[in-house]
């Protein structure tokens, strides 16, 4: 009697902490993103929105993957122990996951904006006027 109510309870719990998280991220990372793609609004908002597909593609699987236990469940006590445990499962891959997500952003984000300046490069003139005329012209070419 308890694995069916341990099942719904998991499958609801896990379903509203993930749609909750899906959307604030939607909507806080809209922001971020569009810094990222240095203003553009467009890509920012088709990327969040794939974003948030795969959040909940990955999420919702491995809620699904998770849902099956083999544990006698005799009392409420065993229901609660099983749930709490296959939640905090649940909310550590949610975190990894955001976390995840935030590193590769801010990789692309600072290895755009390093690209953006490298062409822009002025050659130093403690390296000596021939050096440095020698750099400005390679740069021109």
């Known amino acids: 009697m308890y ?3 341990c099942y ?3 499958l609801l719990i896990s379903i509203a902490l993930t ?3 899906a959307r604030t991220l939607h909507s806080s990372g809209r922001v971020f993103l569009v810094d990222a793609f240095h203003g553009n609004e467009a890509l920012a908002d088709s990327v969040n929105s794939l974003l948030v597909v795969g959040f ?5 699987g491995y809620v ?3 849902l099956k236990t083999g ?3 005799q009392n409420l006590r065993a229901v609660i122990e099983l749930e709490s445990a296959k939640l905090g499962a649940v909310m550590l891959v949610l975190g990894i996951v955001h ?3 935030i590193l590769v952003l801010t990789r692309m984000r600072n290895r755009q904006g390093m690209t953006a300046y490298a062409g822009s490069v002025v050659p130093s003139i403690a390296a000596g006027p021939a050096t440095a005329f020698a750099a400005a012209d390679q740069v021109r070419a």
């Open 99 to 101: 976390f995840l997500n």
């Open 71 to 73: 544990d006698p469940l």
């Open 8 to 10: 719904f309870s998991y």
């Open 3 to 5: 694995v069916p109510i």
């Open 64 to 66: 699904a993957l998770y």
């Open 19 to 21: 749609v909750w998280v």
């Open 56 to 60: 909940y593609m990955m999420n919702l």
